[in-house]
């Protein structure tokens, strides 16, 4: 069969295994995986020497998102350039509602951000901030593509903050309708006495930016996680908890999965590779997100619930603000702006730190990154593997070849970066979004406004959410590949119903 383009020679990572091949794309679809694929009249990328992955789905991101008093800096065009050079082809965002703003709304609000500057495909999860008048509009937000929720169990300055009885009744709600309620686990009014407690001109003077940890103690994300698991255990509802950042959630949450609940856990990549020494620092406060840093004993232990199943995907929280926002703060942590610059770096990170310094697989990696948020956000198979009848979505990176992280020669509108002066493998050499290449020579090629919106229709992960990725996976160098496995071709298109179904048939 002829190609419109086939991806040369890589090392190429599918869930039926890794294989040094070619990868044949007609469309916007995978349509063949081999060796020595028909090239004539293709567009050939030379992938030798290089892993070619599927293109990463960041779940967890905000991009101009009005925020602790100011508005956060990378919008559509820089957030998706962003992304695009780090490998990722789909994001996920928040659709919050203003104040009195319908569900409907939230959502209109977010198409209208991302039509037209979008580089990359993208959808958001609805945020249910005023239960008892958004509680009867999910039904119909689901009827429209949308089938994941986000309750913040905090922030009720700004207005979004869900008490037990919202958090029930989604759970409830999403039982029902095979939907998934994402949740930000932090215990509030613990967390408001504490920051009331050191809110004074003295101990400001004394630590400074250090009281963002010391006033959110590990109990106050373990406390709410708990707490959730206990709805989500009560309801049956799936849940799944937002960039969790300690040991004790990981505890939880391998406990729960162990008894059969329904939940699962996202971890964010700054929480794998940095710890709260940093507000230690003369730049310190730059560093506040939200959960923040915590200890190196949670940095290690989030490390083991991903090699061992209780951490399902590693996602970023993007939510970029300059210095200049970050300088806000005058020497009061309350007032720093909360969160940081992610998309662009979310995979060579988890390369760089996970697979080249032996923490994980090249296939756990993509398994954390694609697959898994793939097909717990209701994306799999149309995303979030390299197999036949897939979005042609791919990332091509070079093993080894590192670039110094500088925030001047990035994408993102952040002019400071978490990770400056870090040398990382991983950045990606192209990056191709259904087909067309988006990123070419770590430069971005692609144009603006060509992202689209994505309906879902399902959501979680029943069956497989506590199992080891590793046992999925075959090891070891691969004998000569047969495209893939028929049944799993078979069931793949089906489930995607007719669009990949007939890209499926093509590939025979
Ligand atoms: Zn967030």
Same mark, same amino acid.
């Given at each position: 069969?002829?190609?419109?383009?086939?991806?040369?020679g890589g090392?190429?990572v599918?869930?039926?295994?890794?294989?040094t091949?070619d990868?044949?794309?007609s469309?916007?679809?995978?349509?063949a995986?081999?060796m020595?694929?028909?090239?004539?009249?293709?567009?050939?990328?030379?992938?030798?020497?290089?892993h070619?992955?599927?293109g990463?789905?960041?779940?967890h991101?905000? %991009?101009?998102l009005?925020?602790?008093?100011t508005?956060?800096?990378?919008d559509?065009r820089?957030?998706?350039?962003?992304?695009?050079?780090?490998?990722?082809?789909?994001l996920?965002?928040?659709a919050?509602p203003?104040?009195g703003e319908?569900?409907?709304?939230?959502?209109?609000?977010?198409?209208? #951000?991302?039509?037209g500057?979008?580089?990359?495909?993208y959808?958001?999860h609805?945020?249910?901030?005023?239960?008892k008048e958004?509680? +009867?509009?999910i039904k119909?937000?689901?009827?429209?593509?949308?089938?994941?929720?986000?309750?913040f169990m905090?922030?009720e300055?700004e207005?979004w903050?869900?008490?037990d009885?919202?958090?029930?009744g989604t759970l409830?709600k999403m039982?029902?309708y095979?939907?998934?309620?994402?949740?930000?686990?932090?215990?509030?009014?613990?967390l408001?006495?504490?920051? &009331?407690?050191?809110?004074?001109p &003295?101990?400001? &003077? $004394?630590h400074?930016?250090?009281?963002?940890?010391?006033?959110?103690p590990?109990?106050?994300?373990?406390e709410?996680i708990q707490?959730?698991?206990?709805?989500c255990?009560a309801?049956g509802?799936?849940l799944?908890?937002?960039?969790?950042?300690?040991?004790?959630?990981?505890?939880i949450v $391998?406990?729960a999965q162990?008894?059969?609940?329904?939940v699962i856990a996202?971890?964010?990549?700054q929480?794998?590779?940095?710890? +709260?020494?940093?507000?230690?620092?003369?730049d310190?406060?730059?560093?506040?997100?939200?959960?923040q840093l915590k200890?190196p004993?949670d940095?290690?232990?989030?490390?083991?619930?991903?090699?061992?199943g209780?951490?399902s995907?590693i996602?970023?929280?993007?939510c970029?603000?300059?210095?200049e926002?970050?300088?806000m703060w005058q020497g009061?942590w309350?007032?720093?702006?909360?969160?940081?610059?992610?998309l662009?770096? %979310?995979l060579?990170?988890?390369y760089?730190?996970?697979v080249?310094?032996?923490?994980m697989t090249?296939?756990?990696?993509?398994?954390?990154?694609s697959t898994n948020?793939a097909?717990?956000m209701?994306l799999?198979?149309? #995303?979030?593997?390299?197999?036949?009848?897939?979005d042609?979505?791919l990332?091509?990176i070079?093993?080894r070849?590192?670039?110094r992280?500088?925030?001047d020669?990035?994408?993102?509108n952040a002019d400071?970066?978490?990770?400056?002066?870090?040398?990382?493998?991983g950045?990606?050499?192209?990056? %191709?979004?259904?087909g067309?290449?988006?990123? +070419?020579?770590?430069?971005?090629?692609g144009?603006?406004?060509?992202?689209?919106?994505?309906?879902r229709?399902?959501?979680?992960?029943?069956?497989?959410?506590a199992e080891?990725?590793?046992?999925r996976?075959?090891?070891g160098p691969?004998?000569p590949? $047969?495209?893939?496995?028929?049944?799993?071709?078979?069931?793949?298109?089906?489930?995607?119903g007719?669009a990949a179904?007939?890209?499926?048939g093509?590939?025979r």
């Open positions: 069969m002829r190609f419109d383009t086939v991806i040369k090392n190429v599918t869930p039926a295994g890794t294989f091949g990868v044949g794309i469309g916007e679809k995978i349509a995986l081999g020595e694929l028909e090239a004539e009249g293709a567009k050939v990328i030379d992938a030798r020497g290089h070619v992955i599927p990463v789905l960041d779940v991101v905000h %991009l101009e009005p925020f602790c008093g508005t956060s800096a990378d559509y820089t957030g998706t350039r962003a992304g695009a050079r780090g490998g990722v082809t789909t996920i965002d928040f919050i203003y104040a319908s569900l409907g709304q939230a959502a209109d609000n977010w198409m209208k #951000k991302a039509e500057k979008s580089l990359i495909d959808t958001f609805i945020c249910i901030t005023r239960w958004h509680k +009867d509009q119909g937000m689901v009827e429209r593509g949308f089938t994941t929720f986000k309750e905090i922030y300055s207005g903050q869900s008490d009885r919202a958090l029930f409830e039982k029902e095979g939907t998934m309620l994402l949740v930000h686990a932090e215990s509030a009014r613990v408001d006495e504490l920051i &009331e407690r050191y809110h004074t &003295e101990m400001m &003077e $004394r400074g930016a250090k009281l963002h940890a010391m006033t959110r590990n109990f106050v994300e373990a709410a707490r959730a698991v206990q709805w255990e309801t509802g799936q799944y908890i937002v960039h969790m950042s300690t040991g004790e959630g990981a505890d $391998r406990a162990a008894r059969g609940v329904p996202e971890t964010c990549v929480y794998l590779v940095l710890d +709260d020494s940093v507000f230690g620092r003369e310190g406060h730059l560093f506040a997100c939200c959960p200890k004993a940095v290690e232990r989030l490390w083991q619930g991903l090699r061992r209780e951490v995907v996602s970023t929280d993007t970029t603000f300059t210095r926002q970050k300088a009061d309350t007032k720093i702006p909360m969160g940081m610059p992610g662009e770096t %979310l060579p990170l988890a760089t730190r996970g080249l310094e032996g923490r090249l296939e756990e990696m993509c398994a954390k990154l948020p097909k717990i209701g799999y198979p149309r #995303k979030g593997a390299i197999q036949v009848g897939a042609a979505d990332a091509i070079h093993p070849s590192a670039l992280v500088a925030p020669e990035m994408e993102t400071w970066s978490p990770y400056e002066g870090w040398e990382l493998a950045f990606a050499r192209t990056t %191709l979004s259904r067309e290449v988006i990123v +070419d020579g770590y430069a971005v090629v144009r603006e406004g060509r992202g689209r919106w994505l309906p229709t399902s959501a979680g992960l029943e069956g497989t959410r080891p990725v590793a046992s996976i075959s090891r691969m004998s590949l $047969r495209a893939m496995d028929e049944r799993e071709t078979a069931a793949a298109g089906s489930a995607a007719s179904g007939s890209a499926g093509a590939g």
